[in-house]
């Protein structure tokens, strides 16, 4: 089902992009980081690059204190897991809106190539990734609803700070029921 239907009217590039930036926003509401504001408002990186939203390389740093090598690399594993899914959930939901990935997608999928650089055994990284993929399609139809209070929300604002993320994200998708499903997406056993 094409879910543009659900929205007459649209600049669909502006809605594109309200897609994009709300499938980071619920992923990182359900990883269990520190929510941070969404917005559409362009920012340009010292290289130039020209970027939406935020490096959620950043999102969530590990207490790392008693933790032995073995604890260590398991609590490095399962952030990466969050981290990779929250950067692919943009594309995911900008595809099940509009069929297409605009070029907003190469910066996320260039931020995943360092991920799996820096994180993961290289035979593995394929495995890993469509695991990732999996999990960041299942959240965003899980939470299609969301997605879409989201997207309406920051095409009129163009900034949500990250309370009212939240608060858009509790009046769509009853508590109870993200208390019961945020932790299946992210198993310890990818």
Known sequence: MNRRTMMPNLSVCDYDICYHEAGHAIAIYL????????????????????????????????????LDEDQIAVKRFQKAIKV???????????????HAVSKLSSFDIRMVGVILEEEIVKDQRERFLKKCHAISIQLINDYWPAVVALAENLHEVKRIPAVVVKQIVEETIPPEVTAV????YWPADI
């Open 31 to 66: 990883s269990g980081f520190q929510q941070q504001d969404v917005d559409i408002i362009p920012q340009v990186l010292g290289n130039g690059d020209i970027i939406l939203g935020s490096d959620y390389m950043d999102t969530g740093y590990l207490d790392y204190t008693g």
């Open 84 to 98: 990779v899914t929250i950067y692919l959930c943009g594309e995911v939901a900008e595809r099940e809106y509009s």
């Open 181 to 184: 499903t945020k932790h299946r």
